[in-house]
Every structure is written in structure tokens, then in C-alpha cells.
């Protein structure tokens, strides 16, 4: 797909829609699945130890209708394979080389849809989530989100997601990491308890602090379906395209995260739906999503 193809086509669709469908989980898929996820390096060790499976993973959010992947890219950091290196040494210096396996899964794995798909690369917290209490110095995050977004951009990502954010410090080092490599991308963050980052922090500060570095859009991710309302007006009110995908759990001891709750698929549509009557330009499932939920959200789509 030609870069500026791919982000001319974003940006229409973020600015005038139609909505753009987003896929589900893929960590919590492969554990659904039956495949190992333990942390640090949760679905990396997919890409380690059973590549098909990601692609496979793919294909069927491809094919219930999302129109963008993401690619498996979450803990592809050299910071996560250096925690998980003990084992293999040699592992820390693969970063490059997994971000483009996950990238090519992902690419192959779209291919099997009939319609357009777009691939993103993930770009996470260098840490966990859900403790903003260990993110790191600023000087660390800018080069190792440098690092990450500049391997993402080699292997060929249509857009960055800049998600599951915990606090504005790292949002905008992330975010001055993916402007620099001129594609398209996208900021989204975690809130869970009102309209406020893990860290405390307003989330209305951080729309407004983040626009300086040009995100195509702005999202919340990985929060209860339940919690997506408090967010909604600071999300509407913030003059950027906004997008929402929720989860449907919650964060795990072992692996990163512990799919739970009864949202079926046509549940977590009928939420998606009050999304994009809301506004949102970007919809689409977290961890716990499976392709059945992305299937629902097309349907709810097409009707919108």
C-alpha cells in the first residue's frame, strides 16, 4: 500500500467518515485461544513460537470487518525483550526484527479480507498500563519511543497507535516519536474512573496538550464499556477526530489482561452504535474483543 494513499485515505475517513471499524484483541485471543501470553512479553511470544497463529488472528478480524489491524507490536520494545532476555540472551537485540515479523503477520493476515484493510502498528507504554507510577524518565521515553516508532515506520505500518496511555508525559513523548516518522497516528488513552488518566491527570489537559504534535485523532482505549460515558463530552468537545474501543475485562496478574464480564457481541455493538451517535470516528474492541464482537460492530455500521 502507497504511504501517502494510506494516509490521505485515514484522514478522510477520520475527518468525514464513515466511521472507521477497528479490529479486536489479540493477546487475549491467543489466550482464548489456548496459546501462552505470560508477561513481559505477552503476544510476542506468538510471534516467537507460533507466527500462523497471529496471522490467523488477523484474517478473522479482517474478514468480520475490521478496516485496520493491528499489528502485533505491543511489547516489541527493546525495553520488554531486555526484562525477558534472561532466558535468551540475544533476545534484546530482536526489536527491529519482531516489530516486522508482527507487521508482515498482520499485512498477510488482512490480504485474506475482501475489503480494504489497514495496518497499524501499535506503540504501548514502555511499562505496564496500568501503573503509571513506573513510567520512566523523560529522557528514557523519548528514545526508546524514538526507537520503537522508527522500527514500526521500516516495517511499513500504515498508522501508528499510540495507545493504552496512563499519563501525559509518556502520551507526548510517544506522540513526538511517531510525528517524526511523518505517518499518520493516532493517541489514545486509558481512563477508568471518570474522565481522568490513570495518572490523575484530566483527560480534557490531555487532548489539548497533545494536539501540539499533530495526532490524525485522539481515542480512548481499554476501559469498560461502562466507563466510556464520562469521557464522552471532553472527547466531543476536544476539535479532533476521537475514537473509542473498549474492553471486556481486566487487567491480569500473569498475563496482560484476564478477559471477564458477559458484554456478547451484540451488547458490545449496541455500545459501539452510542459511540458513533456520539461521534466517534473510530470504533472497535480491546482486550477480551473477540472477532465475533468486530463482526456485531460491522453490522452496526452498515446500519448507522
Known sequence: MVEGTASGALRERLQKGPPLLLDGATGTE????????????????????????LRRIHADHAQAGAEIVTAATFRTQRRTLLRASAADPGLAARDAELTQLAVRLAREGAAYAAHRVFVAGSAPPLEDCYRPDLVPAEEELAGEHARHAANLRMAGVDLILVETMNSLVEAVAAARAAQATALPFVVSFVCWEGAKLLSGEDLAE?????????????????????????????????GMPFGIYANLGEPGDDSGFAPGGDCTPDEFARHGSSWIRAGARLVGGCCGATPDHTRAMARALAQA
Not at 211 to 221: D, E, H, I, Q, Y
Request: glycine content about 8%.
Open 206 to 238: 490531555a487532548l489539548d496538550r497533545i494536539t501540539a504534535s499533530g495526532p490524525l485523532g485522539v481515542a480512548v482505549n481499554c476501559l469498560p464499556p461502562a466507563s466510556v460515558p464520562a469521557c464522552l463530552s471532553v472527547l466531543q468537545s476536544c
Open 30 to 53: 491467543l489466550e482464548r485461544r489456548g496459546l501462552y501470553t505470560g508477561l513481559p512479553l505477552w503476544s510476542t511470544h506468538a510471534l516467537l513460537a507460533a507466527p500462523d497463529w
